[in-house]
């Protein structure tokens, strides 16, 4: 006789799932009640249910009272306003793009471009302005922090973009202290604000690293632990609108309404990614702010006022003097292959390490002594190199002629990891000059692969070489050492340009090696994995039992079972 499959799940877990499906159901009967009131109503002798058409057609996975904690800010909303009202007339082709970390280039979905949080917002616009050609570009890059797409924007971003979200709190650590941090991620808003095409910017704040880790967890990060609040600043000062997850989800899995948990929505391995409820939850969010935008349009219809605001200038920046960065230059992932001289290098080969359609290209060696050597023009105004020899020369007599004084930002981007990384260094070695990187560790105490910067201040000179030399010494068992991008600007040689090239986008880290705190002393993390539980510590303090170190799992079945024990009492 076959078991019954229910009779496996415990009566609690039954009954939590029960609790949520009558939620979502009650929520989901007052929102279809509320929209078939809403398009029963009239404007000018027309049914809003006529001008809205598809626009209010969206199954929530979220309660309807946790999507509108998310919508923190809109303000004037005058730039999303206008694109709102162009995508239902519909005249004209329409660019939305994306950028952000791994959680938005869909790390954890079960299907990439369907699935992901991105993909789900893309469809809801397509069938809600069905008279809208709206393409989609996500441009998100896994383990990268805000300040890497501050200097690699225009690789990722297409230049006459109607719509962005940006989405950084996540990647760009939790400690709220760090000004610069903040002052990185003003260049880039201002950057995509200043685009010709006036785009519409929304922040999409998602959560740092622990946050959804369970209550007592020695890494436990609460409400107030995230840049988000210091990023929304920003989204005031320049009136974007401003999404939050944490908002969205705190009630429902930190409080356990209605028998959530964060093991609904969240990865379990991490307790940071989120799955495909998580995804759709995030992209609940999106659909809210667009559909909120449109009501707006019909209660008071575009005009002048919208008219004046976008054509104001952007107003100075919210951090006195923190102007965005000129002549910028990234070659980052696969584009990077081409500027090493593959034949004066020796021991490196261009591989991709990444997986599920997440590329992490990039220049690896693991034999002492090996070299890489990449070259560029580091000139601030540089000539292609198709012009031929006529532009090489100008731009060399130029260099000349500005002398060492002059110098450019170079930033090159290397994997860190916790095992079986070596050392490294880099010099520039003809053509220009800078102060050498004699030990660069590849190797850190957290566990995590993360993508660093190490700068060099460089000369000009038409044909820049720098090479990367695989050291004998190694803090580990191996020597990898991975190189996946170079990254340049101008060195205005101001204090405030100077520290924001220290790259110490996420502040101090946890020296777990060292019981203490690793200083970056140049180098930058972009890890979106901060603090991250081992799977192997996991097991460990599975093992242990220790009350004090519960694991995520264990500690979210007690909440569950003492919920349900408290609400079937």
């Known amino acids: 006789m076959l078991a019954n499959p229910a009779s496996s799940v415990p009566q609690w877990a039954q009954h939590a799932e029960a609790t949520k499906a009558a939620a979502r159901k009650l929520s989901e009967r007052h929102w279809h009640s509320q929209v078939h009131r809403l398009q029963s109503l009239e404007l000018d002798e027309r049914r809003f249910g006529d001008i809205l058409g598809h626009i209010m057609r969206h199954e929530y996975t979220l309660p309807i009272p946790q999507v509108q904690k998310s919508l923190v800010y809109t303000g004037a909303n005058f730039r999303l306003r206008k694109l709102v009202h162009d995508m239902i007339l519909g005249k004209r082709p329409f660019k939305v793009g994306a ?72 990647n760009d650590g939790s400690n709220r202290f760090d000004e610069v941090k903040a002052k990185v991620y003003e260049r880039l808003l201002r950057k995509l604000l200043h685009r010709r095409s006036k785009p519409a910017v929304v922040l999409m704040q998602l959560m740092p690293k622990g946050m959804a880790f369970a209550p007592g967890s020695r890494e436990k990060v609460p409400f107030h632990g995230t840049l988000e609040d210091i990023y929304g600043a920003q989204a005031q000062y320049y009136d974007l609108p401003w999404l939050s997850f944490r908002n969205a989800m705190w009630r429902l899995s930190e409080l356990h309404v209605h028998g959530y948990n964060w093991t609904d929505f969240m990865w379990d391995a991490d307790f940071m990614h989120p799955i495909d409820p998580g995804m759709a939850a995030i992209s609940d969010m999106a659909v809210n702010l667009l559909q909120s935008t449109a009501l707006g349009l019909l209660l008071h219809p575009l005009g002048r006022q919208d008219k004046e605001l976008l054509q104001e200038p952007l107003p100075p920046p919210m951090h006195a003097g923190n102007w965005e960065a000129k002549n910028l230059m990234c070659t980052y992932g696969e584009a990077f292959k081409p500027l090493a001289d593959s034949a004066a290098s020796q021991g490196w080969q261009f591989i991709n390490e990444g997986k599920r359609g997440a590329a992490k290209w990039g220049y690896v060696s693991s034999t002492p002594g090996s070299v890489l050597k990449i070259v560029v023009n580091s000139m601030r105004s540089s000539s292609s190199s198709k012009d031929g020899g006529a532009a090489a020369a100008a731009a060399a007599a130029a260099a000349a002629a500005v002398g060492d004084g002059e110098k450019m930002n170079v930033m090159l981007a290397y994997l860190k990891s916790y095992e079986g990384m070596g050392m490294a260094k880099f010099e520039c070695t003809s053509g220009c000059s800078c102060e050498p990187r004699p030990r660069i560790d590849a190797l850190h105490g957290l566990r995590q692969s993360t993508i660093f910067l190490v700068r060099l201040l460089v000369s000009q000179a038409a044909r820049c070489e720098i090479s990367i030399t695989l050291l004998q010494d190694s803090s580990s068992s191996g020597h990898k050492f991975k190189v996946s991008g170079i990254m340049m600007n101008e060195y205005t040689g101001d204090d405030m340009t100077e520290k924001l090239h220290e790259e110490q986008w996420l502040g101090q880290l946890q020296d777990t090696a060292h019981g203490g705190v690793e200083r970056a002393a140049g180098n930058s993390s972009s890890s979106s994995s901060s603090g991250e539980v081992s799977k192997r510590e996991v097991k460990e303090k599975i093992a242990s039992g220790s009350a004090a170190e519960e694991t995520l799992d264990k500690e979210s079945d007690r909440r569950r079972k003492l919920y349900a024990a408290a609400f079937s009492g």
């Open 99 to 170: 950028i952000g970390g791994s959680i938005t280039n869909g790390a954890k979905a079960s299907v990439i471009g369907e699935t992901d949080w991105f993909s789900l917002v893309g469809k809801y616009m397509k069938q809600a302005f069905p008279r809208a050609s709206i393409s989609l570009r996500n441009g998100a890059l896994p383990a990268t922090p805000s300040a890497l797409m501050n200097m690699c924007l225009e690789q990722y971003v297409d230049e006459d973009v109607d719509l962005v979200f940006v989405e950084y709190v996540a």
